[in-house]
């Protein structure tokens, strides 16, 4: 979607609010559950577009240990300021530094003040993505021989041997059971 932001960006003092909810079927193969929500604040200065806002989105993710189909709740805020140029021509960029960003994922169309609202909400989503997600902060896995998943209780396989460094600290856990 495109969003039109240079009646404000002509105007210093300038700002408006614009309230989003947005279908995107997915974020970097991650499936949406629901659609994107949020609100993003506009304001100009005589040289700066100045966004901030809010970003909420439910994605459909595996849990990072035992691989189940999770909800993942993301709430993001973002700040950016972009500095502005007048174009030189038509052709030209009114947003700095925008030649080394492929066109596909630029924030702003080339030659515009035109906000690919979808690029600033896959963006926005992405960074606040945690670094790993859990069915349940005591999830068990899954067993490395068989893959059944420990949170449904043991499975039959047999306990592997350590091997090397692992040996060691195998050694001394058995121990520590064995005391108790």
Known sequence: MKLNL?????????????????????????????????????????DVLMLQGVVIADLEVLCSR????ISLPIRGEFFEDFIIHLPKSHLASPLADESEIPPD??????????????ELLRQVILVNLPLKWLCREDC????????????EGPCACPPTAA??????????LDERRNAE
């Open 6 to 46: 240079s009646d404000i960006a002509r105007v210093p003092g300038s700002s408006a609010r614009y309230i989003f909810d947005e279908k995107l079927a997915e974020v970097e193969d991650m499936p949406l559950l629901s659609p994107v929500t949020g609100h993003m604040d506009v304001s100009s200065t005589d």
């Open 66 to 69: 035992c691989g189940i189909p």
């Open 140 to 151: 068990q896995g899954v067993c490395l021989q068989c893959g059944h998943r420990f949170n």
């Open 105 to 118: 994922a630029r924030l702003f169309y080339e030659g515009s003040l035109d906000l690919n609202l979808e």
């Open 163 to 172: 091997t090397g460094k692992l040996a060691e600290l195998q050694r001394l």
